[in-house]
Nanobody, 124 residues
Framework: QVQLVESGGGLVQAGGSLRLSCAAS????????MAWFRQAPGKEREFVAA????????DYADSVKGRFTISRDNAKNTVYLQMNSLKPEDTATYYC?????????????????WGQGTQVTVSS
């Protein structure tokens, strides 16, 4: 079992930045791929970014490429999402997820453990 706790969400103006963190409880965290997803009210959950167990492979949704950066610190069992140049359409609840595999995937169904979510609101 893996427990995930997200933090770092909040209210920010368009063009601003936020850094989300997700701390995992399990010691074998370093062997698992991690990802961020988001869900806006009335919309489907969507993939944002993913990172392999080593951090050597990453993937991003087209909508966030060049603005968001995913990273991880396996010594701290933590994955991060640095979000720059935020837009109102980035407003959503952001969830981190763990895939019990070292390989990344953009499919939510491939992730077995999910955090409770952290709210990001971008005002125009």
């Amino acid at each position: 079992q893996v427990q995930l706790v997200e933090s770092g969400g909040g209210l920010v103006q368009a063009g601003g930045s936020l850094r989300l963190s997700c701390a995992a409880s399990r010691r074998t965290f370093s062997y698992y791929a991690m990802a961020w997803f988001r869900q806006a009210p009335g919309k489907e959950r969507e993939f944002v970014a993913a990172i392999s167990w080593s951090g050597g492979s990453t993937d991003y949704a087209d909508s966030v490429k060049g603005r968001f950066t995913i990273s991880r610190d396996n010594a701290k069992n933590t994955v991060y999402l640095q979000m720059n140049s935020l837009k109102p359409e980035d407003t959503a609840t952001y969830y981190c997820a763990v895939r019990p595999s070292p390989m990344i995937s953009p499919r939510g169904a491939d992730y077995s453990y999910w955090g409770q979510g952290t709210q990001v609101t971008v005002s125009s």
